[in-house]
């Protein structure tokens, strides 16, 4: 009886506390709570749904500024999931929702595969694979090895080749695939074949003519917009076509003359539909192209040579130039903005 007198009065006594100061103590209450939080002495509620969007809002705050884009791009391993987009422009651009060449195909193997490169716009791949068992089937060629595509999400790549960063660009080895399926090891090792012998003879020990017919049937697809070649390889082209007497040479404008082409051929599609942020290159020629072009490039000219002292120089300062330029390493403040989406996304 005493004993529960005594309880009520205790109860009375904090009711009266708390009255007096309810107010104030649910506010440090809540002080506390919130420091406990911040400490993380107590977890945070999670919300359902408001929690994505700020994490993707401070990934992009966050993406550094002073770091080369090719740093950042490069240490990607997976593709953006994303809806499949080519962005920007084949020499300044990325890759949203990328799928991989299969390193192994029917009619194809990826090569040098430690370099992850092997990522494309899911048209560039499929019309890799397509070409691989079209030409395996019609041209008497033994299938593709396939080089470098785009790194995961395209971008600036930490070395070599100037385009391939939006993933529509694709490197193919002018070596025929063997007939057995290679080793990693091998796929790191295996040297290329060389098709000249120097910047102006092909090497007849190693072109044969599938690989004519091969470089005929790519340039005739209608996504392609542009194969580049050795300007030995472009003439053979040239002869080959005068020699067969094709009526129709509207794809040998496709396919250019250019440097460093001498032991793969590089094909490049133009912006597929429903790229938004995709800038085509201008198309190529639609005659052969097999007259005063090939003749440039078959001279000295673009090597270097038989140019006066005067245009040397301004030659040498221009290549000064184009060096510092790229010294300063591009940033991501050079690529389209939603390349920092795809940068962030997963
Ligand atoms: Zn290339």
Redesign the pocket.
């Known amino acids: 009886m005493i004993t529960q007198t005594r309880m009520n009065i205790f109860l009375i006594a904090c009711a009266v506390i708390l009255l007096n100061f309810g107010a104030s103590s649910a506010f440090a209450a809540s002080d506390l709570i919130g420091k406990l939080i911040e400490e993380k002495v107590i977890p945070r509620e999670k919300p359902a749904t408001a929690a994505k969007a700020p994490k993707k809002a401070m990934r992009l705050a966050n993406i550094p500024t002073n770091v080369p884009a090719k740093k950042l791009f490069g240490a990607k391993k997976k593709a953006a999931n994303l809806r499949p987009g080519a962005i920007g422009y084949y020499t300044r651009g990325c890759l949203a929702g990328g799928v991989e060449v299969p390193k192994t195909g029917p009619a194809w193997q990826a090569m040098r595969l430690s370099r992850n490169r092997n990522w494309g716009h899911p048209k560039l791949v499929a019309l890799v694979k397509r070409l691989a068992v079209e030409a395996k089937k019609h041209d008497g060629y033994s299938g593709l090895l396939v080089?470098?595509l785009s790194q995961p999400r395209g971008g600036p790549m930490t070395s070599g080749?100037r385009?391939?960063q939006m993933g529509l660009?694709?490197?193919v080895w002018l070596t025929p695939m063997p007939k057995h399926v290679m080793t990693w090891a091998e796929r790191e090792k295996k040297k290329p074949l060389l098709m000249t012998v120097d910047r102006k003879t092909l090497n007849r020990k190693n072109w044969t003519e599938a690989h004519a017919r091969l470089l005929k049937r790519a340039a005739s697809y209608s996504q392609v917009s542009r194969i580049?070649v050795h300007p030995p390889i472009k003439k053979e082209m040239c002869d080959w076509a005068r020699r067969k007497g094709f009526k129709n040479r509207s794809w040998l404008g496709k396919i250019r003359a250019y440097y460093g082409?001498n032991y793969?051929f590089?094909i490049r599609i133009k912006c597929p539909k429903g790229s938004a942020g995709c800038k085509d290159q201008k198309a190529a020629p639609r005659k052969d192209d097999c007259a005063e072009n090939l003749a440039y490039w078959m001279s000295s000219k673009p090597w270097g040579g038989g140019i006066k002292k005067k245009k040397k120089k301004v030659a040498k300062k221009k290549t000064k130039k184009r060096k510092k330029r790229a010294a300063k390493h591009m940033t991501i403040k050079g690529l389209p903005k939603a390349c920092r989406t795809v940068l962030v996304a997963n």
């Open positions: 080089g470098d080749h385009s391939h660009d694709a490197d580049f082409h793969h590089h």
